[in-house]
């Protein structure tokens, strides 16, 4: 991934958090992007602390932005 692309990816992963907590396959859906690359970011942004994950009442983990963002 190019460090321009990856960026844009990054901001729109997290323009799709605030609006609502999603899975990985609601993303990649959501922004047409395959899900391996989606799971990279999710990756990155989880381990600096930018988002968090949880399993919903569905059993599917979901992505939301952390309070700290």
Do not use: C, N, T
């Not at 321009?4 to 993303?27: F, G, I, N, T, W």
């Not at 047409?32 to 399993?55: D, P, T």
Request: charged fraction near 40%; glycine fraction near 2%.
């Amino acid at each position: 991934m190019s460090k321009a692309l990856s960026e844009r990816l990054v901001q729109q992963v997290k323009m799709q958090l605030d609006e609502r907590p999603m899975s990985l396959k609601e993303l990649a859906r959501k922004i047409r992007v395959e899900e391996k690359r989606v799971y990279r970011v999710l990756s990155l942004l989880h381990r600096s602390g930018q988002i968090v994950h949880f399993r919903d009442v569905d059993s599917v983990r979901r992505y939301k932005l952390s309070e700290e963002s």
